[in-house]
């Protein structure tokens, strides 16, 4: 369904799973142990989900109406706008999105008697607004940003139960501590793959991108530059990965989690040789759909924790 495609539903997914994963099975059995109340009890934590994959689904939506002319020529196949959805269709499916977002995100505000929580809705909004319309057409900028919502989707929920994790702290400091690193470290994974992937998908459009006029970081920098940028946060993520591995080394014994830990570490070690040998748009998009499933490998590494 072209609806599904436009709002990138599978990634929607991800997000939804992701904070799931992150609340109940992290955050939630550890506050019962302790007779904690988090600030938004199971249902309302539904509700804030919805808000995240609605802004989610906005910014998809809005990045394909104001990018169709780069896309027309760097992914024609794939073009949704103006081919199997109105333009007047995608702007409506839009607003509507943020606008049911914004009502969702204005209750829960005021059901954990936090007014001021709703600003976060439409800040994140303008900046998903302001990506997809200015930064992504620059160097670096719109990449950073990108990579910041991202790892945003975590940090969001640390941000919600900010007072939880303080009295989880003071009660069992070490349980607290090693959330925290959990947390920290997922937030650091997810900023360094986006921005990986980021500037690997910029090297692979750079034909398009050119021809339309945007100045992102092959275009401005050149390919060796970027090409230099992306090793660079390969090799982060890759020594950040085993830094997590030696601290929670007891919890990642498991048969399942080693696995799962290989399949992160295997693959981002082939993007990095792919990536230092890549010659055209092809072997980007290679090095991109590589990148792509360490990402969800790190979602399942949650899982084993």
Not at 71 to 96: A, E, T
Not at 227 to 234: F, H
Request: charge should be positive; proline fraction near 4%; aromatic fraction near 16%.
């Amino acid at each position: 369904m072209a609806v599904l495609r436009l709002i990138r539903f599978p990634n929607l997914l991800i997000v939804a799973i992701t904070q799931a994963i992150l609340y109940h099975h992290l955050l939630l059995p550890n506050f019962r142990e302790f007779g904690i109340h988090p600030s938004l009890s199971p249902q309302l934590f539904s509700i804030f989900i919805l808000v995240t994959v609605l802004l989610t689904a906005g910014g998809y939506v809005i990045n394909d109406l104001l990018d169709s002319d780069a896309d027309l020529i760097n992914k024609p196949q794939k073009v949704i706008i103006d081919k199997s959805i109105s333009r007047q269709s995608g702007v409506w499916l839009y607003f509507c999105s943020n606008l049911m977002g914004f009502f969702l995100a204005l209750y829960l505000a005021f059901r954990v008697n936090y007014v001021a929580l709703v600003n976060i809705f439409p800040l994140a909004t303008a900046g998903l607004f302001l990506y997809s319309y200015i930064f992504k057409r620059r160097p670096l900028v719109g990449n950073f940003l990108i990579s910041f919502y991202c790892a945003g989707v975590a940090g969001i929920i640390w941000f919600a139960e900010r007072e939880g994790f303080a009295d989880l702290l003071r009660i069992a400091p070490e349980v607290g501590k090693k959330i925290q690193l959990i947390f920290i470290t997922y937030l650091f994974f997810a900023f360094l793959s986006t921005l990986l992937r980021e500037l690997t998908k910029d090297m692979e459009d750079f034909d398009g991108d050119a021809q339309v006029g945007y100045q992102t970081a092959p275009i401005a920098w050149g390919m060796e530059v970027t090409r230099k940028l992306a090793l660079g946060c390969a090799l982060s993520l890759f020594i950040m990965l085993l830094f997590f591995a030696y601290q929670f080394y007891q919890q990642l014994v498991q048969p399942w989690s080693l696995a799962v830990l290989f399949l992160i570490l295997v693959p981002l070690v082939v993007a990095m040789i792919q990536l230092y040998k890549a010659q055209n748009k092809q072997n980007y998009h290679q090095v991109s759909q590589l990148v792509k499933w360490i990402m969800f490998s790190g979602l399942l590494l949650l899982l084993f924790l």
